[in-house]
């Protein structure tokens, strides 16, 4: 049984609460008021305000040159729109790597003047610092290891993480301290499963969930970029992707339609007209 209800609104003490009683978590990206708003009103969990946008709106090649600013832009709009569920957003590259003052900062404008719930950050080690000085000034905080994007010239790609035992090990000792510092939450990308698992269990005792894209079913939860599970990105076609429509054909279908009504007169038609 669920441990809310749709018109409830979910906290950050709701994500623990369904990790511990074993209550799927459901997650999806969203950069806009309209398209967020119908995700909130289907009954999502979370919202990820990511700095994915930086592909998906902006088009991009990386994550890398989206902009704290551009991302509390983006994050207005999703807050506005969600009546149920809780509001994640992304520190873009650049916002708390120079010192964990400058990530407090950013933080809190995050926060203060996005409206979003919680913020999350890429990496293990490195960040701890920056992560336990968010917490302690009232920022809850989701971490993200496995793949992350904004590493992607460090890492040469895209590539499966965390395939070597050295780098596996690295990755459990990395969730077990994001979760011992106060994560409510932590996303695991393009891991293997059996990994996935583990950490999902050394992580329990602590009360933080964890969050699978590309890592299987062993996760608390699960999170995909909204316009790739809707079909809106065509060319995008991972292993871990599964699409439940396919709305590029459909938009493009509509789109020629309503060229054709126009050049050939019959929109607006007389009722259409005033």
Known sequence: MSVHTQSSRVTTATIRQMAA??????????????????????????????????????????????????MIFLTKGVVRAAKHALVVSDMPFGSYQVSEEQAVASAIRMLKESGCDAVKLEGGASVLPAVRHMIEAGVPVMGHIGLTPQSVHQFGGYG??????????????????????GCFSIVMEKIPAALAAKV??????????????????????????????????????????????????????????????VKEGSFPNESESF
């Open 200 to 261: 999902t269990e050394a992580v329990a005792p602590y009360h933080c969930a964890t969050i699978g894209i590309g890592a299987g079913n062993g996760t608390n939860g699960q999170v995909l970029v909204l316009h790739d599970m809707l079909g809106l990105n065509m060319s995008f076609k991972p292993k871990f992707l599964r699409r439940f429509a396919e709305l590029g054909e459909a938009v493009k279908t509509a789109v020629g339609d309503y060229i054709t009504a």
């Open 21 to 70: 009683t074993g209550d799927k978590i459901t997650m999806l990206t969203s950069y806009d008021f309209t398209l967020a708003s119908l995700v909130d009103e289907a009954g999502i969990d979370m919202f990820l305000v990511g700095d994915s946008a930086s592909n998906v709106v902006c088009g991009n090649a990386t994550t890398l040159p989206i902009t704290l600013d551009e």
């Open 160 to 181: 499966l993480r965390a395939k070597e035992q050295a780098e596996a090990d690295q990755l459990i000792a990395d969730a077990i301290e994001l979760a011992k510092a």
